[in-house]
């Protein structure tokens, strides 16, 4: 394992982890709403995953020291950085985005062509089927939709470029039926808007965080048997 830092256009470091393998192709893992790099599902992702290929997982600096500063825009253009970062050191980029992080990724899919695949993890896609620990921001997006808020702000940026449709790399969706965050059939709607080359699979058990090993163990197994068949 090797840390990495990288110096944002903001001036704030983008700090990772670099699992490193032989192999020509790095996977970015993307972390969600209020988590970071070391939650046990991306810890544990990279270890697997690092068996077959690179792996990076980092933190989001908007989050770093108070997770209640997310800014899915700031986010979005930090993501676009380490792929830019890593893009003439790989040969095949791969994007692995779970829960608000499959958001980030679905986004920054559909301007980015220098990467080469999209995967999404129990993703957020909608303001619908979710659970209500998110009522408040929620409500603060609702609310504050028609002024200038930051919330206001993101809900707008994400109204114009979220666009499943302008996904031009092939993707992989994973969900679970027995997500108890997000309901699963928001994969189901985003796969369906989806015009690439893409799969879908759905797990029957595992939960919204992976937070058992065998549930981890699942996800990397679809993840490099999708892989070796692309």
């Known amino acids: 394992m090797k840390k990495i830092s990288i110096k944002s256009s903001k001036g704030l470091f983008i700090s990772g982890i670099l699992h490193q393998n032989e192999t020509d192709t790095l996977i970015i893992l993307v972390h969600g709403f209020k988590d970071n790099m070391n939650l046990f599902a991306y810890k544990q992702l990279s270890i697997s995953l690092s068996k077959h290929y690179s792996v990076f997982r980092f933190t989001f600096p908007d989050v770093e020291t108070n997770t209640d500063n997310f800014n899915l825009i700031d986010e979005v253009g930090y993501l676009n950085e380490v792929i830019l970062y890593f893009s003439k050191k790989y040969k095949k980029i791969i994007l692995v985005g779970g829960s608000l992080g499959a958001l980030v990724c679905s986004i920054t899919a559909a301007d980015n062509k220098k990467f080469d695949g999209l995967i999404t993890l ?109």
């Open 122 to 230: 129990n993703g957020f896609s909608y303001f619908w089927g979710i659970n209500k620990k998110f009522n408040k921001y929620l409500a603060l997006i609702l609310l504050t939709f028609p002024f200038n808020g930051p919330y206001a702000k993101m809900y707008k940026y994400y109204k114009k470029h979220f666009i499943p449709e302008k996904i031009s790399v092939e993707t992989l969706v994973i969900t679970s039926e027995k997500d108890e965050m997000i309901n699963y059939k928001q994969s189901l709607k985003f796969f369906s808007s989806l015009t690439t080359n893409k799969k879908i699979e759905i797990l029957k058990d595992a939960d919204h965080g992976l937070t058992k090993i065998q549930y981890v163990n699942d996800v990397s197994k679809l993840i490099v048997n999708w892989l070796e068949k692309k």
